[in-house]
């Protein structure tokens, strides 16, 4: 059975700091996606990181992966309050690699 | 373009009554998926159609069942609704080969008393 992890669960951090979050997984996969959700509403996608060692960059957050540690990470560089979300990573499995399976989330709350 | 649709967006249904939520889609795609997302759990793959004309079970369908009614909708049904299924459901409809980013519907929020 895949799992994914996230952690940390919640983070509250200062506008302007740095940090990272963690998802890791239980089983091989070169594909990883990292998706937003507002409080209640849908989730957008952010990243789509398709091979080993992909880096992608949007604005202050950068997504990498590294498939054979079986990890990637959220990282944010000066936080501001539009940050506030909660963020999901998914892996893709199945025997045709359609389905996805969500870690838990990490709820980020920037503070002034 | 609309994107994925979902109707209702509220719902509050008796122990035992049943419902059918609506999902639709107009980016052409052939995957659609239905979760629910209760708080701490992260998304939960009910049911997923492959293409048009194919369903299958994911992590929890235990209490519904699905219709793939052609390739634009899909739609998830409750029998007989138990508070267990309160949750939010969101319907998504995804990407093929050679990733498979999926794009979120708004969401259903049901309440079962």
């Known amino acids: 059975e895949l799992k994914v992890e996230q952690n940390p669960l919640f983070l509250s951090m200062q506008e302007g700091k740095n940090y990272t979050i963690y998802c890791n997984y239980s089983?091989?996969?070169?594909?990883l996606y990292w998706y937003r959700q507002d409080p209640g509403k849908s989730l957008e996608s952010l990243f789509v990181?398709?091979?080993?060692?992909a880096v992608k960059q949007e604005g202050r957050l950068m997504a990498s992966l590294d498939t054979k540690a079986r990890l990637s990470t959220l990282h944010i560089t000066a936080a501001v309050h539009d940050l506030s979300a909660t963020y999901f990573c998914a892996v893709d499995y199945g025997s045709s690699g359609d389905k996805l399976t969500f870690g838990t989330g990490t709820r980020l709350a920037v503070r002034p | 373009n609309a994107g994925v649709t979902q109707t209702p967006k509220f719902q509050v249904l008796k122990t035992g009554q049943s419902m059918t939520l609506q999902c639709a889609q107009d980016?052409?795609?052939?995957?659609m998926y239905w979760y629910r997302q209760d708080p701490g759990m992260g998304l939960r793959l009910i049911y997923y159609s492959a293409s048009e004309g194919t369903t299958d079970k994911g992590e929890v369908p235990n209490g519904y069942n699905v219709s793939r009614l052609n390739k634009r909708e899909f739609s998830l049904r409750l029998e007989s609704a138990a508070p267990s299924q309160t949750s939010v459901y969101f319907c998504?409809?995804?990407?093929?080969?050679?990733?498979?980013?999926?794009?979120f519907g708004p969401g259903t929020r049901l309440t079962v008393t």
């Open positions: 998504a409809s995804g990407l093929s080969l050679p990733f498979y980013e999926q794009y």
């Open positions: 089983t091989t996969s070169d594909r």
């Open positions: 980016m052409n795609h052939n995957s």
């Open positions: 990181l398709l091979s080993n060692g």
